[in-house]
């Protein structure tokens, strides 16, 4: 859509056969696990600083970047503050705060990390919720294994329409020695409402992935995965993120009609 984080573009596959109402709610879902997502790395990364002594992570893709970080060791907090305005490294403006409470280091096994925000935007669509990062693995190797869940979760939109979801989601990193060849693994499901009122639910049926070695060529949606939308008073969609290609495409079918999407990412002006 217009405003949001995406515009699709379809190659005529059978467009026909997807109604406003089911490209909306596909829509939703990717705008929502992107945001969602990059909330993710913020926390990631926030836990990542407040482990190194307020050190910045030498990484051109941290979040972080253009934000002021602060620690309250005493109470465990850490608030992340993109203040009026500023821009990342995907060139998305972000502005309010990201709050994260927690209970021990983020490579702890067991440790809970809490995200709330503070008149929080990402391109002028406010970001509500409350999401948790529960470290599943049982040691500290290369492979973090997380449950993720989302609580009340909300995008608004600039012209008052907004999104919701709930969501439970187990999250594998696969970190590489250049954080830039890191992945993320994804599985578990989601359910809420789109921008039209509608209500719906997903569930991953093939992990997720997301490559961040894609993102330099504006590639942010994952590049392999499946996932079903289950949409009121609609039959099933399947989406397919493909074979591993970072080509920001991916399928949708619903009773063997196919619709092949491709994202076109919002350039922002000046």
């Not at 969501?167 to 359910?191: F, M, Q, Y």
Request: aromatic share 8%.
């Amino acid at each position: 859509s217009e405003d949001g984080l995406f515009s699709c573009n379809s190659d005529n596959v059978e467009p026909a056969s997807f109604t406003e109402q089911e490209l909306e709610a596909a829509e939703s879902e990717a705008v929502m696990d992107e945001t969602f997502g990059d909330v993710d790395d913020i926390g990631f990364y926030a836990a990542l600083e407040a482990d190194n002594s307020g050190r910045l992570m030498e990484d051109e893709s941290n979040p972080l970047r253009c934000a002021d970080v602060s620690h309250d060791k005493e109470n465990n907090v850490i608030t992340v503050d993109f203040g009026e305005g500023c821009y990342d490294w995907k060139d998305r403006l972000l502005q309010g705060k990201v709050i994260i409470t927690y209970t021990d280091r983020i490579f702890v096994p067991g440790a809970v990390h809490t995200m709330t925000f503070d008149d929080f935007y990402v391109d002028s669509i406010q970001v509500e919720g409350v999401r948790t990062r529960t470290n599943l693995a049982d040691d500290t190797s290369d492979t973090l294994k997380f449950q993720i869940t989302l609580e009340n979760g909300k995008l608004t939109w600039p012209d008052v329409t907004f999104a919701t979801r709930d969501a439970d989601h187990t999250v594998k990193r696969i970190r590489a020695l250049n954080p830039i060849e890191d992945e993320r693994h994804l599985d578990g499901s989601a359910e809420g409402t789109t921008r039209g009122g509608l209500a719906y639910s997903s569930e991953i049926l093939e992990t997720i992935v997301f490559k961040r070695s894609c993102y330099p060529r504006r590639n942010f949606i994952p590049v392999s995965g499946v996932k079903v939308i289950r949409l009121e008073g609609f039959s099933d969609t399947t989406i397919d993120y493909g074979d591993g290609t970072c080509d920001n495409v991916f399928i949708m079918e619903r009773n063997q009609r196919r619709f092949e999407v491709r994202v076109l990412r919002r350039v922002r002006n000046g």
